[in-house]
């Protein structure tokens, strides 16, 4: 095999590569050989179909199939021959391939850039702190009893934070309008469910009392037809259901999984899942910083192929949340000029860090692999089947790895670092509210 090579710009590489055509045609005529045993035509006994008929009907083919086949498995050792690390799937493009002349054919793709790492003693990061107090931990309490709110019919007039259950007829001009009238609509009074003048003309009704008044829709009302229209609307109360939240005893302990009842087992329970949150924010808060400052600080020639491919990659991504969110029909053509800047940050991110863990022999340990598991696992119910389920799946246990890899890189990084101590309140921390503005805006 003979290889040229041609700089076609600072990552673009052209690579001419010739293969000698005696190894060419004898796959070819191996092929064809193994066809004619085959092959099935008119006026021919299977098995008995003359060579020259079988390389005049199929040959063509069959030099593009084993061209098509050589070309791939020859890249493959033309680059590892050249050391070249392709950044991207080539492309491949024959040159000659014609009887008794050697197969000659050019692939085209790009490399990885050369990065110069700049000192990490650069970086510099703020890293929020906090305590959990007493406070924060009964505001949490009180906010899991608040997702455990349910409704219950009274028997007195509609308040605010009401649920209530109405029928109602909607006129404009004295017409009922389409989307207007419902029976047995559920809604919460307050919630911002039902338009502002709605909602006043359902307070003050109790079950089985009627009201009719004008409501006028606000200009930016979803229906066209609909905005800053004045109309009337009739309601009658059916039912009125008042908010209550779970009194702190052994059945809703047992709803967090804290089976013995026990309101100490379930305060421990509490504040080691605020644990875990406080340290998730912190560390994605400190992680962000540091990822960005080495984006920002490196200049790096992006490879158009990855770009390219991570633009698929967030076009696929936001049509797959479309359709998560309830998107019908048809799904949009989406621009590519639309994710590319996000593009190139991402893969501009991905190639320092890669850099770094190659300068620097970075890697995930198993054992750092297996913490992170077991503590993905330890907040369901049979943490071990979590585990099994990881450990049994190369795809996802391979996606474990990589954040550990990734997570590695940031501590290697924090090594060297400025780090400035943020002292803050777990409230502030967890909403990312605890680092100066401006800071908090790039993290």
Do not use: C, W
Not at 321 to 337: R, T, V
Request: charged residues 30%.
């Amino acid at each position: 095999m003979k290889v040229s090579i041609e700089t076609m710009g600072a990552l673009k590489r052209r690579l001419t590569i010739t293969l000698p055509s005696e190894g060419f045609e004898e796959q070819i005529t191996e092929r064809l050989n193994d066809a004619a045993t085959r092959v099935r035509l008119p006026g021919f006994r299977p098995g008995k179909v003359p060579m020259k008929e079988v390389r005049r009907r199929f040959g063509d083919s069959v030099r593009a199939e084993v061209a098509g086949e050589l070309m791939q498995s020859s890249f493959s050792e033309a680059v590892a021959q050249e050391d070249f690390s392709p950044a991207g799937s080539p492309s491949l493009e024959v040159v000659k391939m014609d009887p008794g002349i050697d197969f000659e054919y050019t692939a085209t793709f790009e490399v990885f850039p050369t990065i110069s790492l700049k000192p990490l003693t650069d970086v510099k990061v703020q890293r929020p702190s906090a305590d959990i107090g007493d406070a924060d931990m009964e505001t949490m309490i009180e906010n899991l009893r608040e997702q455990r709110r349910h409704f219950s019919v009274v028997e007195r007039a509609a308040a605010e934070g009401d649920q209530v259950k109405v029928d109602f007829e909607g006129r404009d001009n004295g017409e009922v309008f389409d989307g207007g009238s419902a029976e047995d609509a559920t809604f919460v009074i307050g919630a911002g469910q039902m338009i502002e003048d709605f909602d006043k003309g359902a307070r003050g009704l109790a079950a089985g009392e009627s009201n009719t008044f004008e409501a006028t829709f606000p200009e930016d009302y979803q229906a066209e037809a609909l905005k800053g229209k004045t109309v009337e609307f009739t309601i009658k109360m059916k039912e009125v259901a008042e908010p209550r939240v779970p009194e702190l005893d052994a059945e809703f302990f047992k709803s967090f999984g804290v089976d013995d009842g026990d309101e100490a087992a379930f305060r421990t329970e509490v504040r080691s899942n605020m644990e875990r949150e406080l340290t998730g924010a912190v560390n994605n808060q400190v992680k962000g910083q540091v990822l960005k400052q080495l984006t920002d600080s490196h200049d790096v020639q992006l490879p158009e192929a990855l770009v390219s491919q991570e633009v698929q990659a967030l076009k696929e991504q936001m049509l797959q949340q479309m359709q998560m969110y309830g998107s019908q029909g048809k799904m949009p053509e989406l621009d590519d000029a639309l994710f590319a800047d996000e593009a190139e940050r991402r893969v501009k991110t991905g190639l320092i860090v890669n850099e770094l863990i190659r300068s620097n022999e970075l890697e995930a340990s198993p054992d750092a692999v297996k913490a992170r598991i077991e503590e993905m696992a330890a907040p369901y119910d049979d943490p071990q089947q979590v585990i099994n389920y990881y450990y049994g799946n190369p795809q996802q246990l391979q996606q474990i790895e990589f954040a550990v890899l990734e997570d590695r890189v940031i501590e290697f990084v924090l090594e060297s670092a400025d780090i400035e101590e943020v002292v803050s309140n777990y409230a502030d921390v967890v909403a990312g509210k605890a680092l100066p503005e401006e800071e908090e805006a790039e993290a």
